[in-house]
């Protein structure tokens, strides 16, 4: 049998929507649906941007991305045939959007950022939800969310507790490659703050 390389694991969360939509929102925590109703209310619009909106959303995404300590991808890297971009906008003006790649089966969470200031109109959780209903109405299985960070430290285990409350199931999977000095860097940067540590400073992350 052919060697596929070095092994390390990652995980994700993947959220089952082939039950009612009522069911999927019942799965997800109650702190979800009270912004997702609040969302709601405050008559958000979830559609799907054309080239004007790509460009203001690549200019939120990338403050988001420096502000979390990530180098943000070029707009070329992310505009790919089967990645569809959908905005959420309140009176016209783009308060953030969610950029997911499209799947036979499923969807999976690419980057989503939303602006900081409008935060109290739970933007965020109007962009999932809408996201989950998409790839519902479209026949998919699975929502990926786009990964949950083993071992977790500093900002990402908010962002795990974030994707927790969805509903969804911890899922693990290999990761290969024929260079054993990355299969060890990412287990020594899981497991041991000083790597953790050490890799944000030569990455320049806050």
Known sequence: MRLKGFKDMRAT??????PTEEEILNRTDRSRRKNINKAINENL????????????????????WKEGGVAPEKLENLKKPNYKLYLAKKDGKILGGGLFEELEDRIVFRAYASLI???????????YWK????????????????GWQINA???????????????????????????????????????????WWLNKKLRGRK
């Open 153 to 195: 430290r500093d900002h990402l285990k908010g962002v795990n507790q974030f994707k927790e409350k969805w509903g969804g199931k911890i899922v693990y999977y290999p990761v290969y490659s024929k260079n054993p000095f990355y299969i060890i860097g990412r287990k020594l940067i899981k497991k041991y703050g000083f790597f």
């Open 131 to 146: 996201s989950i209903l998409w790839a519902k109405n479209r026949g998919k299985k699975i929502v990926d969310l786009g």
């Open 45 to 64: 619009e979830f559609v799907e941007a054309e080239e004007s909106g790509w460009n203001e959303w690549y200019k939120i995404y990338c403050k988001v």
């Open 117 to 127: 200031d409008y935060q109290d109109l739970r933007v965020n959780d109007f962009l």
């Open 13 to 18: 969360i993947e959220i089952d929507v082939t």
